[in-house]
């Protein structure tokens, strides 16, 4: 049980588009999920948090205009970076909770490379 | 005071040994405190996780240790074998906050045939 999927796993594409990535919670209501991204060989920085039905939760330096999050349902949340530049590239991760109770259950992940 | 330190950054074992992951925290209200383990390309997956009020907790070969006192913890991986290398993370919460978690830096884990 308790399955995060993330889709897509890779995306590749070029500088100024907008990319959209999906994190569904399979066998769960996530009333919380947690978006991270994770530069090779670091740990895991938190971007966002998002309940559902509410606004995101930025974390400081994390550019909300940027990174668009939408927790629409309790079993799906979106991440899309608006306007990627190289820069964006990275490996972003979500993972997903029941409110009050652990753990977190993390996504395997999309590997962003912006050209 | 949200940080979590982690040691070693890498740690090289034979097969069969037993590697020790240390991480110490500064906040004292953090109350739940899980160890990932992440492949290359993929997301982590909790191994195993411990609250304050017990010193020991132990699922199949991963044991954590607790001192709330020195606040630290640590994982150790008993018969440590090929498969398990890969990179571990500790990482603190607090329940209140939300559950927001706090990652250590990570410990790349490779162990030996």
């Known amino acids: 049980g308790a399955v995060v999927s993330q889709h897509p796993s890779r995306v590749i594409c070029k500088s100024g588009t907008s990319v959209k990535i999906e994190c569904r919670s399979l066998?769960?209501?996530?009333?919380?999920m947690f978006w991270y991204r994770q530069f090779p060989k670091q740990s895991l920085m938190l971007m966002a948090t998002?309940?559902?039905?509410?606004?995101?939760?930025?974390e400081q330096g994390v550019e909300k205009d940027k990174f668009l999050i939408n927790h629409a349902s309790l079993t799906l949340s979106t991440l899309t970076v608006t306007s990627a530049h190289p820069e964006d590239s990275s490996f972003y991760i979500c993972?997903?909770?029941?409110?009050?109770?652990?753990?977190?259950?993390f996504g395997d992940g999309t590997r962003l490379s912006i050209l | 005071q949200q940080q979590v330190k982690q040691s070693p950054q890498s740690l090289i074992v034979q097969k069969g040994g037993i590697p020790i992951i240390n991480c110490a925290y500064e906040n004292t209200a953090f109350d739940y405190f899980p160890w990932y383990q992440q492949f290359p390309g993929k997301g982590p997956a909790l191994l195993i996780a411990?609250?304050?009020?017990?010193s020991e907790k132990k699922e199949g070969r991963f044991t954590i240790s607790f001192n709330k006192s020195a606040k630290q913890f640590s994982l150790h991986i008993m018969d440590s074998q090929p498969g398990d290398s890969a990179t571990y993370f500790c990482a603190a919460s607090k329940e209140t906050s939300g559950s927001r978690l706090t990652f250590g830096e990570g410990t790349q884990l490779t162990v030996n045939p």
């Open positions: 411990i609250r304050p009020d017990v």
């Open positions: 066998d769960f209501q996530a009333t919380t």
């Open positions: 998002s309940n559902e039905g509410s606004k995101a939760t930025y």
């Open positions: 993972s997903a909770r029941v409110a009050g109770l652990q753990p977190q259950h």
